[in-house]
């Protein structure tokens, strides 16, 4: 298995069909092709070596496409960068993995400086941005004029292919390391489960960056669909590509679907092309769901659970378990089952697998799971123990071998001795009219040790009151699960990846105390 394959074939069967749409910039597979190779032989030329690191910091671009797939084409592994990151983040990214280029466009070309001076194995600095290079930095283009193409180096199987660093956790980013087999496994699968539709034309706008985005263009490249792409997620900029390029597949997380579904212009535009919305990354409200479904009817929604370690997807809660069938169930709840070649079971805390329907951490077996965790071979090892991956998160399984997950074991809210799943909370609030979004995060309390507190984003031109807030959950569910205290705030803070950041949620409020999550 090696992650150039799928392109050798796209070249032999349909060189002539679109790979690439970038504002005006059209690219086909033939042309992406001699540019994959040229930009191997300009690597080559700079003295990369086979396992080499090549970072990229860089919004979304057709540049993106051809830096995973030429990177493969050139030997070297791949180290996309989040943007959101500190420039000392970053550095210790770059330092830890030991990377020696580092690719960047306009848009962090400052940045680029700051850490050409803290990182000192970075042996090149090159600009794939709009315009001439800056002084300081090797033009993208003129490297790939200059270079002569260079053969597919086929590195595959165990070959190291990427480099992803974690987040979400108050200590030290891991790099998560993932091999051709990986990846490669992990987008066939996706295939096979029939989440991408042959010739399709997808549309990324999450962040390139994301193996969640990767593993819709790794799947999209093995069925020849052609890559729109838009440099970042913009609510309007998005639903006018969805509607003037006429995008039949696209992957969102559950706050872009909000930010397009309750926009005020979204009935301005044309969305009915649009066939299959893959989403994750974060758990969807069922009401949120619900208006998503109605703003797109055309469409059919597809769940996807997983990590990075998991390169990515472990779970898919396919269409048909959206509609009738699966509501009558309750399934539309749920994860979705592992998907194919993966093996999921729910454990205790001696990793002994718990009865169908009993809470418990989940695991996951197969070969998308990561080679291990870059220079922390302990960490590695207490992830990976028994051959199976330790996800962190929480949730139980049905008789069908439905996943229905409760929360990240640590994130679980421990109130008066009663276990609170913040996900259960943030349902309910959902179904509340006022609601755009929530989030639940423990708070500290003298008398139950933990209290529930909500953050509420409210829909446009609408407004609500904690007590109805409180009240309103109280129809919903258990009162010692409602929240005792709530925030209104104006936006949630997102990752780059679009996860509700709920440690900067909860830092006023747990400084200097002992309690600390991710």
């Known amino acids: 298995m090696y992650l150039t394959q799928n392109l050798h074939r796209a070249l032999q069967q349909q060189p002539d069909a679109p790979i690439s749409r970038f504002g005006a910039r059209q690219r086909s597979f033939a042309e992406f092709g001699a540019r994959v190779a040229r930009y191997a032989g300009a690597l080559h030329k700079l003295g990369l070596r086979p396992g080499d690191r090549i970072s990229m910091l860089a919004l979304n671009s057709d540049t993106y496409l051809e830096y995973y797939l030429g990177t493969y084409w050139a030997g070297g592994v791949v180290n996309p960068l989040n943007t959101r990151l500190a420039v000392a983040e970053l550095a210790f990214m770059l330092d830890d993995c030991d990377s020696k280029f580092l690719i960047v466009d306009q848009h962090f070309v400052d940045t680029a400086a700051k850490l050409r001076a803290q990182c000192p194995k970075l042996q090149a600095l090159i600009y794939a941005g709009e315009g001439p290079a800056p002084d300081g930095l090797l033009s993208y283009e003129a490297l790939l004029e200059g270079a002569e193409p260079a053969e597919d180096a086929l590195r595959s199987g165990d070959d190291l292919a990427g480099i992803y660093y974690t987040s979400g956790t108050t200590g030290r980013a891991k790099g998560v390391m993932l091999t051709h087999a990986n990846i490669f496994s992990n987008a066939v699968a996706m295939v096979a489960e029939g989440v991408v539709s042959h010739g399709c034309v997808g549309l990324h706008s999450a962040p390139m960056f994301h193996l969640a985005d990767g593993a819709f263009m790794n ?136 009865p169908r329907g009993q809470t418990g951490q989940v695991l996951v077996r197969g070969p998308g799971v990561m080679q291990g965790y870059w220079k922390l071979p302990e960490d590695t090892a207490e992830a990976k123990r028994g051959g199976w991956m330790h996800t962190g998160d929480a949730g139980y399984m049905d008789a069908q071998g439905y996943v229905f997950l409760q929360d990240r074991v640590k994130d679980m809210i421990i109130t008066g001795g009663e276990n609170v799943y913040t996900i259960e909370v943030e349902n309910a609030i959902a179904l509340h009219p006022a609601v755009a979004q929530s989030a639940v995060v423990a708070i500290p309390d003298e008398r139950w040790g933990e209290a529930v507190h909500a953050f509420v984003v409210c829909k446009p031109g609408q407004s609500a009151t904690a007590e109805e807030i409180i009240a309103h959950c109280k129809q919903h569910i258990a009162g010692y699960k409602c929240p005792r205290s709530v925030d209104f705030i104006e936006a949630m803070p997102l990752s780059g990846a679009g996860k509700v950041l709920k440690r900067e949620l909860r830092k006023p409020y747990w400084e200097g105390r002992d309690r600390q999550v991710a």
């Open 219 to 354: 799947a999209m490249l093995a069925v020849g669909g052609c890559h729109v792409i838009v440099p970042q997620f913009e609510p309007v900029a998005v639903l006018e590509t969805l509607q003037l390029e006429r995008i039949s597949d696209v992957l969102l997380v559950p706050t872009m679907i909000q930010m397009l579904v309750d926009h005020p212009k979204r009935g301005d535009y044309d969305l009915s092309s649009v066939r299959n919305i893959l989403y994750g990354a974060s758990p969807i409200a069922e009401a949120l769901l619900d208006r998503a479904m109605a703003a797109f009817p055309q469409a059919g929604f597809v769940q996807a659970y997983g990590q990075t370690e998991l390169s990515p997807v472990a779970t898919l809660l396919l269409q048909a378990m959206h509609g009738e069938a699966g509501r009558k169930q309750g399934l539309h709840k749920s994860n979705g089952r592992a998907m194919i070649g993966c093996e999921v079971r729910i454990v205790d805390a001696t990793d002994q697998e718990l």
